[in-house]
């Protein structure tokens, strides 16, 4: 009997190793991918976008839908910052090669800065092209190819203000300039701060300036094309200039905070909120983060566009949203392709709203803008239902300076007059125009 149990032990022991042994070498009920449930292993896409909330929260919802779809694929987030800064890190990581998969990135100008052509994947044959509305792919092609989708709405380029300060001084929304200045001379003398400066964020200085296109295309129709051409400037071309000299004008009677340099852009956003800045030259993708942040001040916002010189010709300034690329030598193709696939697609424009007001309308067909956006995302409507609206500068040309929100502050400080300002803006911009091969420079 005890000879009979140990022949059985042997005989157990000897299957036990057998079946560790298939499994090690991959034989049957084994799984190469070293899961142990015999499914696929998901391919990971790396996805970069700027650090600012808003953003980080449309990429995560996109993610959260996409994955629920598609949970052979995953995807990792990563951050970078804005501005100047954030444009050094995407440049730095293309040139070296360490890209992520998918990335968010501006469209128009500065789209043709990072050698779209090297860099990003040609998506013109793609499939989900077609319910990209045709307005937007200028702004995202090069040399006849089609590089990106759009990654959110479109935005507006102009002024918040807060309505429980203009309702207690009994102020009207500002049609030209010279009532925007009396505006905020009423304020200023109620011992509220008139503009909010916020450039320890240098990108927002330049607000005022890139604002005040559709005033400049407006009294100067053709501004675009000659300054694309070489022909045209805004040291040169008044309407141009004009721009930077309302700049100065906001520094020189003191309607900006005086720590403007030290205060951020979450700062400013608060101090609109809570009434103690009246105005904050801002593109409306602010919105969502007042809504998020500030949910009861949103009711107290509005918006309105920067003012010219005649109130007939009162209209907004807008921008094409960023987009979403593909980085050429990612080596998950297909993979981002279905990923910018969603984003591209009505369902990823519900996807976003539930968690980001959308700025403006959508550029996907067929997309619809929720009813219960915020009033002052109504405030918009009437300038896109009247058609008094025009692309910023950047969108009709490739022509745009990088030093253009370091210039902006120095003007915005008081350090450059809007002359000078203006000159040295003509100048930054040759670098590019002559690394883009414009005809002219």
């Known amino acids: 009997m005890e000879i009979k149990s140990i022949r059985f032990l042997s005989l157990l022991s000897c299957i036990t190793l057998l079946i560790g042994l298939l499994a090690a070498c991959g034989g049957p009920g084994s799984d190469s991918s070293g899961s142990g449930s015999g499914e696929v292993e998901a391919v990971t896409l790396t996805f970069l976008v700027d650090n600012t909330q808003d953003s980080v929260n449309t990429a995560n919802a996109y993610i959260e839908a996409f994955q629920a779809k598609n949970p052979d694929i995953k995807i990792e987030l990563e951050t970078r910052p804005g501005g100047a800064e954030g444009d050094n890190i995407v440049k730095t990581r293309l040139a070296t090669g360490d890209m992520t998969d998918v990335f968010y990135y501006n469209s128009g100008s500065l789209m043709q800065a990072i050698s779209p052509e090297k860099n990003l994947l040609d998506l013109t044959n793609e499939p989900f092209q077609a319910n990209v509305m045709d307005s937007f792919k200028p702004t995202v092609s090069y040399q006849g190819k089609v590089y990106g989708v759009p990654s959110s709405s479109t935005v507006a380029g102009g002024w918040f203000y807060n309505k429980k300060v203009y309702a207690e001084l009994g102020l009207s929304i500002p049609k030209t300039w010279s009532e925007l200045m009396a505006n905020n001379e009423k304020i200023k003398a109620a ?69 403007l340099v030290a205060t951020n852009y979450d700062t400013g956003l608060k101090m609109l909120a809570e009434g103690k800045g009246a105005h904050y030259p801002m593109l409306s993708f602010a919105t969502p983060a007042i809504a998020q942040n500030y949910p009861d001040a949103m009711d107290d916002i509005g918006f309105f566009a920067q003012p010219g010189e005649d109130a007939a010709q009162n209209g907004l300034t807008i921008w094409m949203p960023g987009a979403a690329y593909i ?115």
């Open 327 to 441: 980085y050429k030598e990612s080596k998950h193709i297909e993979e981002a392709k279905k990923f910018l696939a969603f984003i591209a697609s009505v369902e990823g424009t519900k996807v976003v709203s539930e968690v980001s007001e959308p700025t403006g309308p959508y550029l996907i067909k067929e997309a619809q803008i929720p009813e219960d956006v915020p009033a002052l995302v109504k405030d918009m409507l009437p300038y896109f239902e009247t058609g008094k609206t025009a692309p910023a500068l950047e969108f009709v040309s490739p022509v745009k300076g990088p030093s253009l929100e370091q210039i902006t502050v120095e003007v915005g400080a008081g350090i450059k007059t809007a002359a000078e300002g203006a000159a040295a803006y003509d100048k930054d911009v040759e670098k590019q125009a002559k690394q883009l091969g414009l005809e002219g420079w």
């Open 191 to 259: 011992g509220i701060t008139p503009v909010i400066g916020t450039y320890k964020d240098t990108w927002t200085s330049q607000l005022v300036v890139l604002a005040d296109f559709y005033n400049v295309q407006t009294e100067t129709p053709n501004f675009a094309q000659d300054f694309t051409a070489h022909k045209a400037g805004y040291a040169n071309t008044p309407a141009a200039l004009r721009s930077f000299e309302k700049l100065q004008e906001l520094h020189d009677k003191g309607f900006m905070n005086t720590d």
